[in-house]
């Protein structure tokens, strides 16, 4: 009997229990991963990935030319735990794909828009009724009484909410929104999406429009050249004073200096991030000393379910593609 080639495949983290075994039941791979739930250094990544034919990664590593070069040329699929892309040097991948027989993408779309909407509408609710304030205030002995003003933060009833990025999170945060009362949505994003805006009958708007007329405004869009720094000062100043501005997309879409400044100079009322620049935030930074800025650690499909089940199409992805079988979600280079 002639003697199986194995194929070659590394995992930058531990992953969760379906995706591991998915891995592990595949007798025609040979998986080595990075056992720890802490991000794997560069020089330990370079070193994991040389010679393998398939990579699964998370969106704590960068992808990138050295990476790449780094991998070798047998490498053939590149398998991400995640729906954004922002870490994987696309261009580079495509020209070698272009060169050789291909590299091929998947990732986890789909499987984490409902948990991360339900992320978004919590920051959302928390940001602008002020809960970890509220909460502090039981705590440090602040409660003194029930005062007509005291705590006093924005209702979503009867308000205008824009959303930077309709695409399938965006919509999943209106439909939840929704129900609210929500008066008016306004969306900006590549380009017009009348089809999924009519649920909504949400208005396509200039982003500087979104700016000026939400009271509410989230951020779901991915992180491209052309959404890179989009909420900076212009953007700011232009919103009302008493707008609520919410991230879950990445911290990068913000000028987090900007961001800052219109925090504690009144031009904005308050912001809920889930990202930032850079994750972790340092715990000096800034924006931490603000009463009236929330930040999450990145948590937006942080469900049991949720994770298993990215893993689990990470996974079979990750498979599909070495074994040249249509992969579950690949990416259109
Ligand atoms: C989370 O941010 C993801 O891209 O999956």
Known sequence: MRPVRLMKVFVTRRIPPDGWAALARAADCEVEHWDSDEPIPAKELERGVAGAHGLLCLLTDRVDKRLLDAAGSNLRVISTMSVGLDHLALEEIKKRSLLRSGIRVGYTPDVLTDTTAELAMSLLLTTCRRLPEAMEEVKNGGWSAWKPLWMCGYGLTQST???????????????????????????????????????????????????????????????????????????????????????????????????????????????????????????????????????LPHIGSATYGTRNTMSLLAANNLLAGLRGEPMPRELKL
Do not use: W
């Not at 987090?256 to 991030?273: F, N, P, V």
């Open 161 to 295: 909410v824009g959303i930077i990025g309709l695409g399938r999170i965006g919509q999943a945060i209106a439909r939840r929104l929704k129900p609210f009362g929500i008066q008016r949505f306004l969306y900006t994003g590549r380009q017009p999406r009348p089809q999924e805006a009519a649920e909504f009958q949400a208005e396509f708007v200039s982003t500087p429009r979104l700016a000026a007329e939400s009271d509410f405004i989230i951020v779901a869009c991915s992180l491209t050249p052309a959404t890179k720094g989009l909420c900076n000062k212009d953007f700011f100043q232009q919103m009302k004073s008493t707008a609520v501005f919410v991230n879950i997309s990445r911290g990068e879409v913000v000028n987090q200096d900007d961001l800052y400044e219109a925090l504690t100079s009144g031009q904005i009322a308050a912001a809920g991030l889930d990202v930032t620049t850079p994750e972790p935030l340092p715990t000096d930074h800034p924006l931490l000393t603000l009463k009236n800025c929330v930040i």
